[in-house]
């Protein structure tokens, strides 16, 4: 079982910045595959980016490339996004979510991949 939790949500005007975590435990954090999600009120969940456990391979949407950045530090167990230049359209509730993935450079792209799932934290980005 792993237990993810994320933090660094919170409200920021366009144009501004946030950094979120995504705290791992429960099983060798170097042995899952990562992702961001994003659902906003009356929408589907969206995968936002995603990496590899090997953190070779990364997978941006076409409305966050150049915006946002994933990266993770398996010595801290974390997974991260920088999000720059926030929009208002990137308001949304932001899910972490993890699995174990047995080949090094793979990248997961739908929610049905993923096994483990944070509680989310909510980005509002205010015009």
């Known amino acids: 079982q792993v237990q993810l939790v994320e933090s660094g949500g919170g409200l920021v005007q366009a144009g501004g910045f946030l950094r979120l975590s995504c705290a791992a435990s429960?099983?060798?954090?170097?042995?899952?595959?990562m992702g961001w999600f994003r659902q906003a009120p009356g929408k589907e969940r969206e995968l936002v980016t995603a990496?590899?456990?090997?953190?070779?391979?990364?997978y941006y949407e076409d409305s966050v490339k150049g915006r946002f950045t994933i990266s993770r530090d398996d010595t801290k167990n974390t997974v991260y996004v920088q999000m720059n230049s926030l929009k208002p359209e990137d308001t949304a509730v932001y899910y972490c979510?993890?699995?174990?993935?047995?080949?090094?450079?793979?990248?997961?792209?739908?929610?049905?991949?993923?096994?483990?799932w944070g509680q989310g934290t909510q980005v509002t980005v205010s015009s």
């Open positions: 979510a993890a699995r174990v993935s047995y080949s090094s450079g793979s990248l997961y792209y739908t929610a049905h991949d993923y096994t483990y």
């Open positions: 429960g099983r060798t954090f170097s042995s899952l595959a």
């Open positions: 990496i590899s456990k090997n953190g070779y391979s990364t």
